[in-house]
Nanobody
Framework: QVQLVESGGGLVQPGGSLRLSCVAS????????MAWYRQAPGKQRELVAT???????RYVDSVKGRFTISRDSAKNTVYLQMNSLKPEDTAVYYC???????WGQGTQVTVSS
């Protein structure tokens, strides 16, 4: 069983930055098999960033050039560095372990002046 715990969300002004962390525990075989999703009020959950089979990062178009996904295998942790944040980035951000479809509890990101 896989457990995921996200942290790092908060309130930030437009143009600001946040770094989200997702610590995984349990039966993690491949830390690359992780993804970040987000869900804004009244909208469907969408994939924000993940790794390809070869380990390269992949992003939804709306965050390209602003967000960076990275991993620390030794710590079983995946990060999402978010720069140049916009109000439309406001959402609950979730990490997901793809092989077992495990989800964390989510962390709220609010971008507002």
């Amino acid at each position: 069983q896989v457990q995921l715990v996200e942290s790092g969300g908060g309130l930030v002004q437009p143009g600001g930055s946040l770094r989200l962390s997702c610590v995984a525990s349990g039966s993690i075989l491949r830390i690359n098999a992780m993804a970040w999703y987000r869900q804004a009020p009244g909208k469907q959950r969408e994939l924000v960033a993940t790794f390809t089979g070869g380990g390269s990062p992949r992003y939804v178009d709306s965050v390209k050039g602003r967000f960076t996904i990275s991993r620390d295998s030794a710590k079983n942790t995946v990060y999402l560095q978010m720069n140049s944040l916009k109000p439309e980035d406001t959402a609950v951000y979730y990490c997901n372990y793809i092989p077992t479809n495990a989800w964390g509890q989510g962390t709220q990101v609010t971008v507002s002046s």
